[in-house]
Structures are given as structure tokens and as C-alpha cells.
């Protein structure tokens, strides 16, 4: 059995570590443990193979397996052309993925993914799902969407803590000497040279989706290396600094520096400026998080979406020509029973690792291995508050986090809504960085609840003395297969690349298969699986 | 039995009481005056209550036959906790209660009966020991010493230094301990059973009390006083804000988090110039909303309209809106407003509820405090108006307090050209309010508008500040409070909070 001690240092760091000695194991009245349906999703792994009965078949000409944002953006998009006749097939019972969200009471909070940037002029479709939500009210002269004023990230934005006072911004500044700053300028300006850089074609050497962005060799080469490395060659050495990247790529990728891909750990940064002049594209957001989108997404497609289905096996036709020649079992929970579909394509739009378990055939037909997409664990808590908490400097604001702390902090979710004063719900994010995916996903599955929250309270804790008083619940998902990973070579290495073509008349959807785990980038591949689908019926 | 040299403690006994009894007293009628006012009547009724509880307490003290001592302690151990607790009690119920003065008078009484029990009990035990003479000469010297102690350290250390609620709770304290004491003095006058229960019901009331003494600083602080420059009369935190409440030779003056609010001297000025010109459009209003301004008193300017129908007031704060329900001084400021049956109280944040669908108002008056912070700052932002001008009829006016523009002119010309951005026609004016210096308002609306109000035909009850030409020379801006441009207040930039930190952090 580990001790708590331990488990404080291992998980948190040293700071968390040494926090122990004052604040007692105390915790909150209730929570739950929370995680994708595991059970069910290792049946998959178990290969179940299921024979609906002869009245449990169904032509439907599309469907789509999986209910995140890429298969929610498919549907959105096929409706969009005109086109109706097709389900959605999701393993849970909420849909949205990664992009959940949950609701208590008048709170709502989100599960994992919790804002989204301007979307650059360019990327059109996007930029149509935001107005049809109202949330682009304008487009302006020179092309550039107008968010509405609420739906933007209400100042003041974030915040750190650092020294025992919070202070304004994501950089720990307090404290920092002159070369910290130096160093961090010379960061500043050089991420602001990325993203003006265009290629011989005219593209950003960085943009979201990374699709509408530059394969230019000068950007490929980046992805060779890790981040720290290309730092270290850059001559920075400014602990701070390391821990400001670090920060983003373990944010956006759940990952260290020395195990992120440069071109990812650049992007980042780089992806999200619009010109030199601005610090970065404007953060939109939600109380719920990105499960506002999906909110959107589902609503616009109840007619076509079928939750509690288990997608065990699809088998593509012996010719591709066949009409509704692709079969698609699936276990359906509520029913306890196969339930069999018929089509004439079908989008896959689950993460690549689950293709080869669920594809007949799949390895063996395309070739393809699914061995290099690795994805990163998590841990999201939501804390529940009867009250705010004591501070020290700077104010609350949405973003709010810990320095030193292998944590993320949290994000506020009644921050949005205007709402300052009692009750809250902070959502508390924690990505396994430390070890490999594998080991991660082991220690999700062994702690306790228990355990879990005596965790969350204890780095809270680290800034708000008194929190542990105000908690009435915490709540602890655990997401196994959280984030694919750019780690050095993936991103514009031949497995992703591959991993995008059809196989037959199946098509493929995911965050996944750009190397990062975007909503941008899980609605980019939606929408072109659903346009393929519709190139593919009209020929 | 008792020798020589605790019959001398014993009058150091008879000292404490009568210092503690006193105390209380001051205490009550010192409490009731600041809440109620009228320090005169207040005292008065005070001394009353409490001579006459007095008189009912030694008439009931002959029908304790026995035990005499063990009463007397006993009596002591009430005393301690009713007393020391009545101040913060008293200070932490008054603005939620709607009977403060039978709870006030009926302490008052219970405290006279107490002390009134003492003295009668206390020499029955001594005249075992001394002739009639010499008993009565020297307990009432000695209470009368006590009674001259409590009177000059009152006022000159007491108040000034601890402040009402750890005076009450010191003494408190203090008359524990006396019974403590007591146990040990007349020990061969009491039984052992229970005595030593009864020690530990002292020791555990004055722990109590020392608790509470400790907690006080919670409710106010030397520091703070200084600060706001005058003394605190009440204070409380509220989950929102920190409320205080001073006093001047002049009038009296409300501080939220340290800033001021109003003075009760001038504020006229200022509510009058902040309500009027919203009143007098085209229309005699009939629905009125006021954000912020839980003092009640620019609802005191609006209950000048017999035209009006209804007002709804939304404050953040129940503390403050009950305040000033409670509070007499300021209840009498705003003539009772909150009594009004026109007026309706919603306790809630005005953005939070501006953006829920509800009916449009005549007129508008918006008295937030200065956008100091993000939380404040909202409610100046081209959001915040735009949601706001859901609930105005087509023709409505809206004054909005807008922080001065001579200290902060870019804080408020921020103000000014974020009403302006939403679409409303905005006439920015300005008046003196001697606590505050030179200060702006903006009057506007979404309809074109004559920036000259009507006449004051329709208000019904004497206006001090305002006549027709000095509304129409608010109006005109000098020199020093011209026009310039500033950037648009929006929920993501919050450039008004910035604007103001700068200018305001420059200026003290």
C-alpha cells in the first residue's frame, strides 16, 4: 500500500509533498468516481462478437460510430447538405466525449475540454457552426468573425500562483530576475515570428485545424526534435520559462517538454496568433465548457442519434459497390441485445486504437499498425463549493493555476456567467505526464475515490488554506484514453498520415488523426469524413 | 468562615459588580443610540429599564431564604454571560429582526434584575460579619467607586479603544471570573456539591466570552477606524462587502469596503442630482428600477413622484438593504423607504439579473459603486447595457453614477462612450458633493432627448440642491471636464477597472 505521502510526491510534486504535515485527511461529505464506461469498453478489447437476430437488422445508407465531436460535427455537417439518413451510434449514454459537460442544480461545469479559440477567417465551416449558435454575430469587412461579447473569456482571464500570491497572467513573473524576463521576451518574439511565417503557398506555417497550415520542410524538420531540445538549442536556460511551455504542452497535449514534438510545443503558441501585434486569438468559452457545442450538436441531430449502443464489429462489403454491402453490429446496453445495421458507409469516429478491435480485418487489409497513436490520461475533478474561497492578490479568474504544481489548477466554471459571489463548481485538471500511457491507465483504475479527492483538496489547498471547509462534493472522471500524443515524429510521421484514408467505404474521424487533441481539430476531421461520404453517394 | 482578610477581597468584589452592572448599562443605552438615534430618548429609556429592573431584582432578592452564597455566584455566572454577550448580539441581530427594542429592553431588564439581586444577596452574607453601620457605609462606598470607574473609563478608554462589542464581551469576562472567585472566597459558605461543576461553568463561560473577544476583531479594528477617519458606530462583513458606518460631529457616513459611500450631510446633493434628471422626461414615470443604491436613498428621491407605481430596487446585498431598513439613523435618512409598499427589495446580482427576461421601466437609476473591481466593472460594460436596454420603454431615461471626472476623467469618459457604443444618446453632467469633490452622472436613453429636464412641477416635496437653473448648469461642462475619447468597457477587456485603478491609485 502506497502512503499518502508518497502519493502526494509522486502525483503532485514536492510542494504538494510537503503540504501534508499541516492539513489532515479530511474529506468532503460525498463524490463520485466517475470514468468512460470501462467495462463495457474492454469488451471491445475482448473482441465480442455478437449475432443479431433476424428482425434486429436495419438499412440505414450512413452510419456514424462514435458520438465526440468528430462524429457529432459529421452529423452536423451531413444534415447541413440536406442529408438525414443516417444514425449515430455512442458506447455512452451522454454524448461528447472529451467535450462533456455535467450539470447540479443551476451549475453547469465541464468534464474535460473547456474553450475554444477565435477561429482565424479562414476556417469557414467552423465559423458557420458558431453563428448558427449565435455565438459569431458578425462577420466584419475584412472577413474576421465578431463574438458575441458573453461568449468571450470575461476578464480577468487567468491567473498564478506563485510565492503564496496569486499574480495576473500564465507566466510566473513574481519574483522572476532580469534574465527570466529576457529570456521570456525572446520567447515571446520568436513565437510571434512562427506565426507570421508563411510558406511558398501562402500558408501559416501554423493554423488550426493543422490541415489549413504549411508542410513546409522548415516546419517539418521542428517535429523531429522535442521541445526541450529545440529550447536548449535556442540557448534559454530560465526555469521559468521551461515551466511556462511546459505548462502548455502538458495543457493542450498532456505531455513534458522533453516528450513533446517542437512543432507541437510551437504550435501552440504560434497557431493562436493572428498577427504579430496581437498576444493571441481571443478564448471562447461556457460554464459547461466545450459540452456547450455539443449541447448545440445534439440538439440539432436528436433524430439521428442512438446512445448505450456498443459498436462491437463492422465489416466492410467484398465490393464496395454492394448497396448497404458494410455491416455494423452493435451491443445495445439498455436492451441487452445485438442490434445489427446495414450501410452503405459508415464513418469511424472513434480513436485509431480502437479500429483494428472493431474493423474486421482492419490491420491485416490495410496494412496499417494502430501502435504509434499513444494517448495520454487524465484526471478531471469537480469541486463543488458552498462558498468561495480565501484569496491572496490577484482576483479570481477563469483559468487559475499553481506553479510547481504537476496539476493544471482549475477553471471556474460560474466565471462566465458572471455570477462572483457563493456557490461555484471549479474543475480541477490533472494530466499524467510523468509516466508512460500504459502505467497511467493502471493508476487511474487503482485508486479510490478516496483517494482522488484527499488529492484535489490537498493542491487546492496549496493556495486556498481554507477550501477543504467550503467543499460539499467532488466528483473525479477519470478519462483513460484522454489525448493522443505529439510526441517527436507522430504528427508528420507516415502513421498518422496513413491512418486518415478510407478503408473501402469505411471513413475515418477523430482528433486523433492531426497529431492533437483539438475540438478544432475533432470537428476539422468530422467535417471532411461527411463530405467525403457525400462526394462518395453523389459519384 | 470567613476572617479579616477576604472581607477586604470581598469588597473588591462588590467593586467589579458594580463597575460590570454600570458597564452594561452604558453599553445598552451607547448601542441603542447609535442603531436608533435620538441619543437622548435612547439613554433615557436605557437608565429607566434598568433603575427600575434594578428596584424589581432587590425586591426579589428576600425570597432567597438560603444558600445565599451559592446564589450569589450563580446570579454572577448570568450576569457575565447575558451581559457580555448583549453588545455583539445586540450589533449582529438588530438588522435582521424586527423586534430589536423589546429584545434591546428586555436585556436591559434582565441585566437590572441581576445586578439588582447582587448587592442585597452579597450584604446578607457580610452582616454575619459586621455591624449594620459599617456594612452599609462600605458596600455602597465601594459600589459607588465602581460606579465612578465605569462612568470616566467608559468613554475615555473603553469606547474609544475597544469599541462597543469587546467592552461588553471584556466585562463579561470579567464578572466570570468574579464568580470564579467567589467559589474560593466563600468556599466555607457553600456546600461541596457541585462545586466543582460550578467552577468549571465559570472558567467555561469566560472561555467562551474570550472566544468571542478574540473573534470581535472580525467586526472591527482600530486600523479600520483610522482608515475611515471617523469612529465606527457599526460594522459587519457581509459574504459580499465589508460594511461600516461612522460618525462625525456632522451626520454620519457609510463606508463598503473601505470606500465612502455617502455622508449623511450632503448626500442630497448628490441623490438628487442622480435621481431627478432620470424623472423628469417627457412621461411621468410609473415603473422604476434602481440598481445598486441599497442605502435607500435615491428610492427616497423617487417616492417624490406621486405618478409612481412601483420601484424595484436590486442590490447584491441583504445586509445593506436591511441596514437601512434598520438602522433608524439612516432609516429616517431615506423616510423610510423600504417601508413603502411601492417598493420592492431583490437581493441579487444585478448582472445576473438583468439578464433574465422581466418588465420594461420608465426610468432608470443606476447607483453601483465605483468600478473598483472586476465584479463592479461588469456592470459598466457594453453587455451590461445592452441587456439592460431589453427593460426600457422607448422613451425611458437612465442616470448612471460615473465616478468623478476630474479626478478619473478617462474612467469616466469610459463610462460615457460605452453607453454610447451600445446605441443609447448619452448627456453627460456633473455636480458638487462636498465629500466626494466634483461629480459625474450621464443621463441617457435610446430615444433623442432634450438634454434640459422639464421643470420640477411634478415633484412632490422639497428638493435642497436642485432648482430649474441649477439642473440646467449641470448640465454645462467646464473647461476642466471636457470631452475626450476612451476605449469601449466589454466584459473581455474590463478597461474601465484599469482605467480607474490607474487614476485613483495616482490621485491618493
Known amino acids: ?81 440536406g442529408f438525414h439518413d443516417f444514425v449515430l451510434l455512442e458506447l455512452e449514454d451522454q454524448f461528447g466525449g472529451t467535450s462533456r459537460s455535467g450539470i ?49 473569456c470575461r476578464e480577468p482571464e487567468e491567473r498564478i500562483f506563485c510565492d503564496g500570491v496569486w499574480n495576473e497572467g500564465l507566466y510566473p513573473g513574481h519574483g522572476a530576475s532580469r534574465d527570466d524576463l529576457q529570456q521570456k521576451s525572446e520567447f515571446d518574439a520568436s513565437m510571434s515570428t512562427w506565426a507570421q511565417k508563411r510558406d511558398a503557398q501562402g500558408r501559416r506555417f501554423f493554423s488550426l485545424p493543422i490541415a489549413t497550415g504549411s508542410d513546409d520542410s522548415e516546419a517539418i524538420a521542428l517535429d523531429n526534435e522535442s521541445m526541450l531540445s529545440w529550447m536548449n538549442r535556442q540557448g534559454w536556460t530560465s526555469p521559468r520559462l521551461f515551466w511556462y511551455v511546459e505548462y502548455g504542452c502538458r495543457d493542450d497535449y498532456g505531455l513534458p517538454l522533453d516528450r513533446t514534438s517542437a512543432w507541437a510545443g510551437i504550435l501552440y503558441f504560434a497557431a493562436r496568433m493572428r498577427t504579430a501585434s496581437k498576444d493571441s486569438q481571443d478564448v471562447i468559452t461556457w460554464p459547461s465548457g466545450n459540452g456547450h457545442i455539443v449541447q448545440h450538436l445534439t440538439s440539432r441531430l436528436s433524430d439521428q442519434l442512438r446512445s448505450g449502443q456498443l459498436v462491437c464489429q463492422i465489416v466492410p462489403p467484398h465490393n464496395q459497390d454492394e448497396p448497404f454491402g458494410t455491416t455494423v453490429v452493435a451491443y445495445n446496453k439498455q436492451r441487452q441485445q445485438p442490434i445489427g445495421f446495414r450501410a452503405d458507409r459508415v464513418i469511424f469516429a472513434l480513436p485509431q486504437f480502437l479500429a483494428p478491435h472493431v474493423i474486421q480485418d482492419f490491420s491485416v487489409r490495410t496494412g496499417r499498425s494502430t501502435a ?84 484535489v483538496l490537498a493542491d487546492l489547498s496549496l493556495a486556498h488554506p481554507d477550501i477543504r471547509s467550503l467543499v460539499t462534493r467532488v466528483d473525479i472522471m477519470r478519462w483513460g484514453h484522454a489525448m493522443i500524443q505529439p510526441y517527436p515524429g507522430f504528427v508528420w510521421g507516415p502513421a498518422r498520415k496513413a491512418a486518415a484514408i478510407p478503408d473501402g467505404t469505411i471513413h475515418f474521424a477523430n482528433t486523433d488523426l492531426s497529431g492533437i487533441a483539438l475540438l478544432e481539430e475533432a470537428f476539422y476531421h468530422g467535417v471532411r469524413a461527411a463530405d467525403e461520404v457525400l462526394l462518395a453517394r453523389a459519384s | 468562615m470567613i476572617n479579616r482578610a477576604p472581607l477586604s477581597l470581598l469588597y473588591l468584589n462588590v467593586l467589579a459588580i458594580a463597575t460590570c452592572g454600570l458597564i452594561y448599562e452604558l453599553l445598552a443605552g451607547t448601542l441603542a443610540s447609535y442603531v436608533l438615534g435620538d441619543s437622548v430618548t435612547q439613554f433615557s429609556f436605557v437608565i429607566g429599564v434598568y433603575l427600575s429592573a434594578m428596584g424589581v ?88 467607586i465602581g460606579a465612578l470607574l465605569a ?51 465559570a472558567i467555561f463561560v469566560t472561555f467562551l466570552l474570550g472566544v468571542g473577544f478574540f473573534k470581535a476583531d472580525q467586526l472591527t479594528t482600530l486600523a479600520e477606524e483610522k482608515a475611515l477617519g471617523g469612529k465606527i458606530i457599526y460594522t459587519t462583513h457581509s459574504p459580499y462587502q465589508r460594511i461600516a458606518i461612522t460618525q462625525k460631529m456632522l451626520g454620519f457616513q457609510l463606508f463598503l469596503n473601505g470606500h465612502l459611500q455617502f ?83 431583490i437581493n441579487e446580482d444585478a448582472f445576473i439579473w438583468i439578464g433574465k427576461p422581466g418588465p420594461q ?109 441649477v439642473l440646467k448648469g449641470l448640465f454645462e461642462l467646464p473647461a476642466d471636464l471636457q470631452p475626450m475619447d476612451s476605449e469601449i468597457n466589454r466584459l473581455d477587456n474590463q478597461a474601465l477597472v484599469h482605467y480607474y485603478d490607474s487614476e485613483w491609485n495616482r490621485s491618493d
Open chain 1, 1 to 81: 500500500m502506497i502512503s499518502r505521502r508518497d502519493l502526494f510526491h509522486s502525483l503532485l510534486g514536492i510542494s504538494a509533498a510537503s503540504m501534508i504535515g499541516c492539513g489532515p485527511r479530511v474529506i468532503p461529505l460525498q463524490g463520485e468516481l466517475l470514468g468512460p464506461d470501462i467495462g463495457l469498453g474492454h469488451r471491445l478489447r475482448d473482441r465480442l462478437s455478437l449475432v443479431p437476430a433476424h428482425a434486429d437488422w436495419q438499412e440505414i445508407p450512413v452510419i456514424i460510430v462514435g458520438g465526440g465531436i468528430a462524429g457529432l460535427s459529421a452529423g452536423w455537417r451531413l444534415q447541413q447538405a
Open chain 1, 104 to 152: 447540479t442544480g443551476s451549475f453547469q461545469y465541464p468534464w474535460a475540454a473547456h474553450y475554444i479559440t477565435t477561429p482565424m477567417k479562414e476556417n469557414m465551416p467552423l465559423i458557420q457552426l458558431l453563428q448558427e449558435m449565435g455565438v459569431v454575430e458578425d462577420i466584419s469587412a475584412d472577413g474576421v468573425p465578431v463574438v458575441a461579447e458573453h461568449y468571450l
Open chain 1, 372 to 455: 504509434d497513436f499513444q494517448y495520454s490520461s487524465w484526471l478531471v475533478a469537480n469541486v463543488h463549493l458552498r462558498g468561495r474561497p480565501q484569496e491572496n492578490g490577484f482576483p479570481l479568474c477563469w483559468d487559475n493555476i499553481l506553479y510547481g504544481s504537476k496539476s493544471l489548477g482549475y477553471v471556474v466554471s460560474t466565471h462566465q456567467s458572471g455570477n462572483d459571489y457563493g456557490p461555484s463548481v471549479f474543475t480541477w485538471y490533472y494530466p499524467f505526464t510523468d509516466i508512460s500511457p500504459m502505467q497511467s491507465r493502471e493508476k487511474l483504475l487503482q485508486l479510490r475515490w478516496a483517494d482522488w479527492a484527499d488529492l
Open chain 2, 57 to 144: 431584582g432587590a425586591w426579589l432578592s428576600q425570597y432567597i431564604l438560603s444558600n445565599l452564597a451559592r446564589y450569589f455566584i450563580e446570579i454572577e455566572l448570568a450576569l457575565a454571560l447575558i451581559g457580555g454577550v448583549s453588545a455583539p448580539v445586540l450589533f449582529l441581530a438588530f438588522p435582521w429582526i424586527d423586534w430589536f427594542r423589546p429584545l434591546l429592553f428586555g436585556m436591559v431588564f434582565s441585566i437590572g434584575v441581576l445586578v439588582g439581586l447582587e448587592l442585597p444577596l452579597l450584604m446578607r452574607i457580610l452582616k454575619e460579619y459586621l455591624d449594620f453601620g459599617d456594612l452599609v457605609s462600605r458596600v455602597l462606598t465601594f459600589d459607588y
Open chain 2, 151 to 201: 462612568s470616566l473609563l467608559f468613554p475615555i478608554l473603553f469606547v474609544p479603544y475597544l469599541g462597543l462589542v469587546r467592552t461588553s464581551l471584556l466585562f463579561g469576562m470579567l464578572n466570570a471570573l468574579v464568580a470564579w472567585w467567589s467559589t474560593y472566597l466563600m468556599r466555607p459558605l457553600l456546600s461541596s456539591r457541585g462545586l466543582e461543576r460550578l467552577r468549571w461553568r
Open chain 2, 263 to 345: 455622508n449623511s450631510v450632503d448626500e442630497y446633493r448628490y441623490h438628487e442630482a442622480l435621481v431627478h434628471p432620470a424623472m423628469l422626461g417627457n412621461e411621468p414615470p410609473r415603473h422604476v428600477l434602481i440598481m445598486g443604491g441599497g442605502d435607500g436613498l435615491a428610492v427616497r428621491e423617487c417616492l417624490k413622484y406621486s405618478s409612481l407605481e412601483s420601484l424595484s430596487l436590486v442590490d447584491l446585498d441583504p445586509a445593506m438593504t436591511q441596514l437601512s431598513k434598520k438602522f433608524e439613523p439612516l432609516n429616517r435618512l431615506n423616510h423610510g423607504a423600504f417601508s413603502d409598499p411601492r417598493v420592492k427589495v
Open chain 2, 361 to 469: 421601466y420608465d426610468a432608470v437609476i443606476i447607483d453601483f459603486p465605483d468600478p473598483g473591481s472586476y465584479s463592479v466593472g461588469k456592470l459598466y460594460t457594453t453587455r451590461f447595457f445592452r441587456l439592460l436596454q431589453k427593460r426600457l420603454k422607448p422613451a425611458a431615461l437612465v442616470s448612471v453614477q460615473c465616478t468623478s471626472p476630474l479626478v478619473a476623467p478617462k474612467s469616466y469618459w469610459c463610462i460615457v462612450r460605452t453607453l454610447e457604443a451600445t446605441g443609447f444618446h448619452v448627456r453627460p453632467y456633473h455636480a458638487p458633493v462636498p465629500s466626494f469633490g466634483i461629480w459625474g452622472f450621464a443621463l441617457a436613453s435610446m430615444s433623442e432627448f432634450d438634454s434640459t429636464p422639464l421643470p420640477f412641477d411634478r415633484v412632490q416635496g422639497e428638493l435642497r440642491f436642485l432648482t430649474n437653473d
